[in-house]
């Protein structure tokens, strides 16, 4: 057979198992954008078999000091997909290949009016939001604008999560700032559409558009508070004649409109005045906890539930009372069913406050002065000093994390180098080295390697963090918030004069 007679072979038409031979004799880089250019690809690279066949040749070449974890083949495609990818940066830094490959620059005019920077699932995709004006998705490879939503007056970003719904989705939620109170909010939906370009070099046409849907309409129900899961949204009101309490329970799938609602009366018991409002409501998979604040000692309702919809099946424990009361109180969670904290602040300093779901009294964990708190997907929380201190000689970044907190060393031991945390789990240094050479050093906590974190802070400070060459052009000191897609290597920065630096490694 020869190569003009033999039918051409395209790397789909392969059978799985040859792909997965195949696919083991790539760069990890080259998995992470074949992943990205269509769904049977996208779906290939999401099986465990493939991952689990990665890591095991990477071990067997050149076994990594591992902490104490579940066996490799215990771990799921994603958790597969995230050692191999983390194991890999390793191996760059340790070899002095991890450096700068490209970087773009261009203008979004929003600098440190800036109130999002997100990376959207597949790391094409930019999401933002200026102060008081609009949200709008940019094309990372154009630079262009491709949708846009204006704000009306009094309009701001609530809340919004990222969802990998294969072409790329982003659901997010904002409301009216003069009507949030008075029950109303909407969901935006970002949709994509992918048209082929003739020219085969020129890749593909990417277009978005915003999809508005009402979620929560009833301008007699005060809205205290609301927290944004997944599919879930969950509310607390008030009804701004009777005072009764309801928890408010809306959900939706694959970016359709409300799908269920469930209303449920809130039995506040004795321990609640009536003059009293609740502050927020904390969701975790298990409970929805809900902070009072009777004016003097802020206390906790925790209502168990079945998986949150579509009712709740107990009734609230006795209160969990907290023993002072804050000044403005911002809120915090994570997604196990083991820690619940909230952080109540005053201008004079920041105070943690954790719980276990099981009923332990809080207790007063750090008492911080000038720190500022960032929250990342209702995981983890770091804090930093807005003015960075040195401890011991050294700029440290606190996590914290139920039971206990963790302190993690940064690369540099200039408190001056420490740029910022973005998203809380990417903290962001410069490096001096000699001959005036400054580099960047990104390192990245993953909320599901807390636990190992924990256990062994330093190890996974080096294995996670990477150093870039600084472009030309880029003034550093003009930063002022950052966005991370750690899996595709790009790091995308925002300057105060509004233009964006996208820089891939």
Same mark, same amino acid.
């Given at each position: 057979?020869?190569?003009?007679?033999?039918?051409?072979?395209?790397?789909?038409?392969?059978?799985?198992?040859?792909?997965?031979?195949?696919?083991?004799?790539?760069?990890?880089?080259?998995?992470?954008?074949?992943?990205?250019?269509?769904?049977?690809?996208?779906?290939?690279?999401?099986?465990?078999?493939?991952?689990?066949?990665?890591?095991?040749?990477?071990?067997?070449?050149?076994?990594?000091?591992?902490?104490?974890?579940?066996?490799?083949?215990?771990?799921?495609?994603?958790?597969?997909?995230?050692?191999?990818?983390?194991?890999?940066?390793?191996?760059?830094?340790?070899?002095?290949?991890?450096?700068?490959?490209?970087?773009?620059?261009?203008?979004i005019d929003g600098g440190k009016d800036l109130e999002l920077l997100t990376v959207l699932?597949?790391?094409?995709?930019?999401?933002?939001?200026?102060?008081?004006?609009?949200?709008?998705?940019?094309?990372?490879?154009?630079?262009?604008?491709? %949708?846009?939503?204006?704000?009306?007056?009094?309009?701001?970003?609530?809340?919004?999560?990222?969802?990998? &719904?294969?072409? %790329?989705?982003?659901?997010?939620?904002?409301?009216?700032?003069?009507?949030?109170?008075?029950?109303?909010?909407?969901?935006?939906?970002?949709?994509?559409?992918?048209?082929?370009?003739?020219?085969?070099?020129?890749?593909?046409?990417?277009?978005?558009?915003?999809?508005?849907?009402?979620?929560?309409?009833?301008?007699?129900?005060?809205?205290?508070?609301?927290?944004?899961?997944?599919?879930?949204?969950?509310?607390?009101?008030?009804?701004?004649?009777?005072?009764?309490?309801?928890?408010?329970?809306?959900?939706?799938?694959?970016?359709?409109?409300?799908?269920?609602?469930?209303?449920?009366?809130?039995?506040?018991?004795?321990?609640?005045?009536?003059?009293?409002?609740?502050?927020?409501?904390?969701?975790?998979?298990?409970?929805?906890?809900?902070?009072w604040d009777d004016l003097e000692h802020p206390f906790i309702h925790r209502y168990p539930?079945?998986?949150?919809?579509?009712?709740?099946?107990?009734?609230?424990?006795?209160?969990?009372?907290?023993?002072?009361?804050?000044?403005?109180?911002?809120?915090?969670?994570?997604?196990?069913?083991?820690?619940?904290?909230?952080?109540?602040?005053?201008?004079?300093?920041?105070?943690?406050?954790?719980?276990?779901?099981?009923?332990?009294?809080?207790?007063?964990?750090?008492?911080?002065?000038?720190?500022?708190?960032?929250?990342?997907?209702?995981?983890?929380?770091? %804090?930093?000093?807005?003015?960075?201190?040195?401890?011991?000689?050294?700029?440290?970044?606190?996590?914290?994390?139920?039971?206990?907190?963790?302190?993690?060393?940064?690369?540099?031991?200039?408190?001056?180098?420490?740029?910022?945390?973005?998203?809380?789990?990417?903290?962001?240094?410069?490096?001096?080295?000699?001959?005036?050479?400054?580099?960047?050093?990104?390192?990245?906590?993953?909320?599901?390697?807390?636990?190992?974190?924990?256990?062994?802070?330093?190890?996974?400070?080096?294995?996670?963090?990477?150093?870039?060459?600084?472009?030309?052009?880029?003034?550093?000191?003009?930063?002022?918030?950052?966005?991370?897609?750690? %899996?595709?290597?790009?790091?995308?920065?925002?300057?105060?004069? &509004?233009?964006?630096?996208?820089?891939?490694?």
């Open positions: 057979m020869t190569r003009t007679t033999a039918s051409a072979h395209h790397l789909l038409d392969l059978p799985y198992d040859i792909f997965v031979l195949v696919a083991r004799f790539m760069d990890v880089r080259a998995h992470l954008a074949l992943g990205s250019t269509c769904s049977t690809l996208r779906e290939y690279f999401a099986t465990p078999s493939l991952w689990l066949a990665l890591a095991r040749d990477m071990l067997e070449i050149r076994p990594l000091p591992v902490p104490p974890l579940r066996t490799v083949a215990s771990l799921s495609a994603a958790e597969l997909r995230r050692a191999v990818v983390h194991a890999a940066r390793l191996e760059e830094n340790l070899s002095g290949q991890a450096r700068l490959q490209s970087s773009q620059q261009f203008n699932p597949g790391a094409r995709h930019l999401v933002t939001s200026k102060e008081a004006d609009s949200i709008a998705c940019w094309d990372l490879h154009s630079g262009k604008c491709v %949708a846009s939503w204006p704000f009306h007056k009094g309009d701001r970003v609530l809340q919004c999560r990222p969802v990998d &719904g294969g072409r %790329a989705c982003m659901f997010i939620v904002f409301v009216a700032g003069t009507n949030f109170e008075r029950g109303w909010f909407q969901l935006l939906r970002l949709a994509f559409t992918e048209t082929e370009r003739e020219a085969e070099d020129e890749g593909a046409d990417i277009s978005a558009e915003f999809v508005r849907h009402i979620m929560f309409n009833e301008p007699d129900q005060l809205i205290s508070d609301m927290s944004l899961s997944e599919d879930v949204v969950t509310m607390i009101t008030v009804h701004e004649d009777t005072r009764e309490v309801s928890l408010v329970l809306l959900s939706w799938r694959e970016g359709s409109v409300c799908v269920g609602r469930t209303n449920v009366h809130v039995d506040v018991g004795p321990s609640v005045h009536p003059i009293n409002w609740p502050l927020f409501t904390l969701l975790s998979p298990t409970c929805v906890n809900i902070l539930n079945d998986c949150l919809f579509p009712h709740l099946s107990v009734p609230a424990g006795a209160p969990i009372t907290l023993p002072s009361a804050p000044a403005q109180t911002i809120k915090f969670e994570n997604n196990t069913d083991d820690f619940v904290a909230w952080v109540p602040y005053s201008s004079l300093a920041h105070r943690h406050w954790d719980t276990s779901l099981h009923g332990d009294q809080p207790h007063l964990s750090r008492e911080l002065s000038n720190w500022r708190t960032f929250q990342r997907d209702n995981m983890n929380v770091l %804090a930093h000093s807005s003015l960075p201190v040195p401890y011991d000689d050294e700029v440290r970044v606190r996590t914290f994390f139920a039971p206990c907190d963790v302190v993690v060393g940064a690369p540099s031991t200039d408190p001056r180098d420490l740029l910022m945390i973005a998203e809380s789990k990417h903290a962001l240094w410069l490096e001096r080295q000699p001959d005036d050479v400054v580099l960047l050093r990104i390192c990245s906590f993953p909320s599901d390697d807390m636990r190992q974190l924990k256990e062994s802070p330093e190890w996974y400070t080096e294995r996670l963090a990477r150093t870039l060459e600084v472009p030309d052009g880029l003034d550093l000191s003009s930063v002022c918030d950052m966005a991370l897609s750690e %899996a595709h290597g790009i790091v995308v920065l925002s300057l105060l004069d &509004g233009t964006l630096w996208t820089l891939q490694y």
